[in-house]
T-cell receptor, first 114, second 116 residues
Framework: NAGVTQTPKFRILKIGQSMTLQCAQD?????MYWYRQDPGMGLKLIYY???????DKGEVPNGYNVSRSTTEDFPLRLELAAPSQTSVYFCASSNPGLAHHEQFFGPGTRLTVL | AQTVTQSQPEMSVQEAETVTLSCTYDTSESDYYLFWYKQPPSRQMILVIR??????QNATENRFSVNFQKAAKSFSLKISDSQLGDAAMYFC?????????????FGKGTKLTVNP
């Protein structure tokens, strides 16, 4: 299993540009999450999904959109990039009810908006 | 809303010594889970140890152990026989046991330096 994969690893955007951060998992997990990590800070939840077709806002959803058309994929869309969105973005997945209660994280995408 | 506080932005320890990282949290729930994640320079988030709030026994994983004080809402991580590979950011995280989404709330992290 590849686990949770994210593309791209790095990206530089200009203000006002748009892009999609890709996330995929091959563990058949129902739950998926997007977090952002600002310098010197912990991770904050942007959006999450408890299954295909179901998404909900987290703590910091403004400026982002998500969709979940399949169990495997959970892309994060930035429509009008702003410098405040410069951050490292992590995708994660988990399976409810598993004894270990663990979220599995992808390697992250470092995004810079100039 | 739940909050997690890590009051030590940075800690250092000598190789082979023991270090304790602090974490406190605020919640009105009685059933929840607590985690310590390690983030090395590679950025990968690695689960170090977990604790179920309904268990009184403190979790241990090899050189890593926790001191879980439910009444004080405290969840510290002890690293014994510290190794150079333990150098990383360490994040404390909280999750409700109920609610259906398994969302994690993270502290700001503690940067651990291991001196040879």
């Amino acid at each position: 299993n590849a686990g949770v994969t994210q593309t791209p690893k790095f990206r530089i955007l200009k203000i006002g540009q748009s892009m999609t951060l890709q996330c995929a998992q091959d563990m058949n997990h129902n739950y998926m999450y997007w977090y952002r990590q600002d310098p010197g800070m912990g991770l904050k939840l942007i959006y999450y999904s408890v299954g295909a077709g179901i998404t909900d806002k987290g703590e910091v959803p403004n400026g982002y959109n998500v969709s979940r058309s399949t169990t495997e994929d959970f892309p994060l869309r930035l429509e009008l990039a702003a410098p405040s969105q410069t951050s490292v973005y992590f995708c994660a997945s988990s399976n409810p009810g598993l004894a270990h209660h663990e979220q599995f994280f992808g390697p992250g995408t470092r995004l810079t908006v100039l | 809303a739940q909050t997690v506080t890590q009051s030590q932005p940075e800690m250092s320890v000598q190789e082979a010594e023991t270090v304790t990282l602090s974490c406190t949290y605020d919640t009105s729930e009685s059933d929840y889970y607590l985690f310590w994640y390690k983030q090395p320079p590679s950025r990968q988030m690695i689960l170090v140890i977990r604790q179920e709030a309904y268990k009184q026994q403190n979790a241990t994983e090899n050189r890593f152990s926790v001191n879980f004080q439910k009444a004080a809402k405290s969840f510290s991580l002890k690293i014994s026989d510290s190794q150079l590979g333990d150098a990383a950011m360490y994040f404390c995280a909280y999750r409700n046991a109920q609610g259906g989404s398994e969302k994690l709330v993270f502290g700001k992290g503690t940067k651990l330096t291991v001196n040879p």
